[in-house]
């Protein structure tokens, strides 16, 4: 239905080329040009998805390949950004003021802003985890992963070091349409699993974590983060805030219904998993693998184990 008035409305805006007095022949280039553009700007309105997102993607790849052949071989740039493998100037900061009604101001504060890619738009956990693959590429070269909510700069690591992968999202376009609380998959049939932020999302995060050990093969790996405040103890959650307000003031954006707390790890080891944690401040500052966007993005990922 989207495409079909998409279509139309592009060939009313582009049926006046055809009154130009000159031969029809000579009409056609510029009313297919004006036509495809119409279409273009009525689809990404109306959010046509096959056009939706193939302009995403085209845009996407436009932009990688402009800072390629901008940054491409520059070695003498003072940072580096694992996930597009460029070398960068400086990293970008974080829109968190441009959007007061989705992030809690108090928690970007005082953390460092700067932290984005302003190539492939990676965040630290997104450069720590792809530096960390590339340094035990052995751990997941062989392995399918399942990646739920997948990260644009992740991937583009995963697709430029050829490892398998699947994505799987409740609500975005995905290969998978999957709710993490309950897939549907069988037990123990993945090998792999990537889930970053996405635990302070989800109605029940303990049910996650047990369909998540449910569907990993034994001896299967989970990259798994989360927003950790070190303030706390425990995790904190409270069923009784429900408006977004309420949630970007407790939690600090208003779709999150929890922090965690330092006892992460141990809490992890109670569903099962053998854990290991991946430390952002072992990795060269080259990456700027440091607190930030907000306080709660202590940027320590963890490894768990079937
Ligand atoms: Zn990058």
Redesign the pocket.
């Known amino acids: 239905m989207k495409l079909l008035i998409a279509l139309l409305a592009a060939a009313v805006l582009a049926a006046p080329v055809h009154w130009i007095p000159i031969p029809p022949v000579f009409r056609l280039v510029p009313g297919a040009a004006v036509f495809a553009f119409f279409f273009c700007v009525f689809a990404v309105l109306l959010r046509e998805p096959r056009t939706y997102n193939a302009i995403r993607s085209m845009r996407w790849k436009l932009r990688l390949a402009w800072f390629r052949r901008r940054n491409g071989g520059k070695r003498d740039l003072p940072y580096a950004?694992p996930?597009?493998g460029?070398r960068i100037r400086a990293f970008s900061g974080f829109p968190y003021r441009k959007h007061p009604k989705r992030y809690n101001p108090e928690r970007y504060r005082d953390a460092d802003n700067l932290v984005v890619?302003p190539?492939?738009f990676?965040m630290p956990r997104h450069r720590i985890l792809a530096a960390w693959f590339q340094a035990h590429f052995e751990e997941i070269r062989d392995r399918r992963i399942l990646y739920f909510a997948p990260e644009p700069?992740v991937r583009l690591w995963l697709k430029a070091h050829r490892v398998a992968f699947q994505t799987a999202d409740l609500y975005q376009e995905a290969d998978l349409k999957l709710d993490l609380q309950d897939t549907g998959l069988p037990d123990d049939s993945v090998q792999a699993v990537i889930c970053n932020h996405v635990l302070e999302h989800v109605d029940d995060y303990a049910g996650a974590l047990r369909e998540l050990y449910r569907i990993l093969a034994p001896g299967g790996l989970l990259f798994l983060s989360f927003p950790v405040d070190l303030r706390l103890e425990d995790v904190r959650e409270d069923p009784s805030i429900v408006t977004e307000n309420a949630r970007r003031e407790a939690f600090g954006q208003n779709d999150h219904r929890r922090v965690f707390g330092r006892n992460a790890r141990e809490l992890l080891e109670h569903y099962g998993f053998r854990a290991e944690t991946i430390e952002g401040n072992s990795f060269p500052p080259e990456i700027k693998p440091v607190i930030g966007p907000a306080d709660y993005d202590i940027n320590i990922l963890f490894r768990l184990q079937k």
């Open positions: 950004c996930c597009c460029l890619c190539c492939c990676s700069s």
